[in-house]
Each structure stands twice: as C-alpha cells, then as structure tokens.
C-alpha cells in the first residue's frame, strides 16, 4: 500500500522566496496533520486537517506560513516569503479519523533557506 | 510546545545486546505510539498500546503500556545493526483531535 507522499524530498532556495510542500495522505484517511523538525524543538504540529477542514493552526509560527487541503488527496504547506531561520525538515502525517488509530508519517520535505 | 520526557538520550552498543528506554509525562495519555526514524526519513510506527499495563511485542521490540499511564517503555532483544535510529515515544490523547505529544528521542547506535 502506497504511503503517505511528499514532494519535493529536498528544496533549497533564497530567503524571500515563496516555497511550497505538498503532501498526498494515504488513500482512505481523513485527518492530515503538518509537523516541522528541528535539533532544537523536536517535532512541532504545525496545523491538523479533518475532513479537509483546518481544525487547529495554533501551531503555525506566523503569518508566513499558510496551509490548505483542497481535496481528500492533497494538501499544501506554503512559506512566503521564507526566512532561513524556517529550515528544517517538514514532515506530512495521515490517520484514519475513526477510533483511535495512529498517525502514518511521510518522509519529509528537508527546507533550506539561504 | 509540550515534548514527553524520554530516556537515555542516546545510547551505544554492541551487536547482540539489550536496549531500553522509556518514556514519562506529568499527564496521563489513553495511547502510546513508539517510532523509529532512520535518516532521512519519517517517523515509522512500531507498536501501539492502547491499555494501562498491556505489553505488546513486534519481532524483537517489546512495549509495555504504564499501569498509572504517565509511562512507557520499549525494549529491544539482541539488538542488529539495522536497529541504528532515533527512537520515539508518543503520548496520544482520545479527546479533541487525538493530538500526539512527542517524546524527544532515543539515539541508538550498534557497533557490530
């Protein structure tokens, strides 16, 4: 079964620079779930999709950072404009919303900004 | 944001030995999840418990469920080199969204 997909796996760019991460969940889940990972803070929930709809942002740093989910298939992540302090490495996750199933992780995106 | 107490923070071994770790928090959790990252890579689930005192095995990795639910701790059997990683403990509520808190990691390497 294919898994959780993210594209690209790495991206490089200039600071200023709009960057977007994508992500298509396992087929089948409907909660999808942004983390970013870093030495210093570990994994960070960023924001939580249910049913396509954004539940919880809370996490998301600042304004700079945006998220849709436009369909069951397909989400975004976008940085604009980008700063270096945002390189990491940013990591997808789906789940099956019924009963309390585990969240499956992709294999990141790993951002730098220069 | 909130991160689980998880322990050692690294550890080095050799071939064939036994590894434990385990995980703490001030909060009870209704889940606990154990992750192996390798690098460049995402997270990878392992084993999950779902009731206070269950112990659940997967091939060598043993887990075992806290009876008070602030623990949990994950042994391995006769470790591999394969088994070289970042272990992670992750503590998952069954209200709101299910949010995961996470641990902050257990670094294994295995000499051969």
């Known amino acids: 079964d294919a898994g959780v997909i993210q594209s690209p796996r790495h991206e490089v760019t200039e600071m200023g620079q709009e960057v977007t991460l994508r992500c298509k969940p396992i087929s089948g889940h409907n909660s999808l779930f942004w983390y970013r990972q870093t030495m210093m803070r570990g994994l960070e929930l960023l924001i939580y999709f249910n049913n396509n709809v954004p539940i919880d942002d809370s996490g998301m740093p600042e304004d700079r950072f945006s998220a849709k989910m436009p369909n069951a298939s397909f989400s975004t992540l976008k940085i604009q404009p980008s700063e270096p302090r945002d390189s990491a490495v940013y990591f997808c996750?789906?789940?099956?919303?019924?009963?309390?199933?585990?969240?499956?992780f992709g294999d990141g995106t790993r951002l730098s900004i220069l | 944001g909130q991160q689980l107490n998880q322990s050692p923070q690294s550890m080095f071994i050799q071939e064939g030995e036994d590894v434990s770790m385990n995980c703490t928090s001030s909060s009870i959790f209704n889940t606990w999840l154990w992750y192996k990252q390798d690098p460049g890579e995402g997270p990878v689930l392992l084993i999950a418990l779902y009731k206070a005192g269950e112990l659940t095995s997967n091939g060598r990795l043993t887990a075992q469920f806290g009876i008070t639910r602030k623990d949990s701790f994950l042994n391995i059997s006769a470790s591999i080199p394969s088994d070289v990683g970042i272990y992670f403990c992750?503590?998952?509520?069954?209200?709101?969204?299910?949010?995961?808190?996470f641990g902050t990691g257990t670094r294994l390497l295995v000499s051969p």
């Open positions: 992750a503590g998952q509520l069954h209200t709101g969204f299910q949010k995961l808190v």
């Open positions: 996750a789906s789940k099956n919303g019924a009963g309390y199933q585990p969240q499956h």
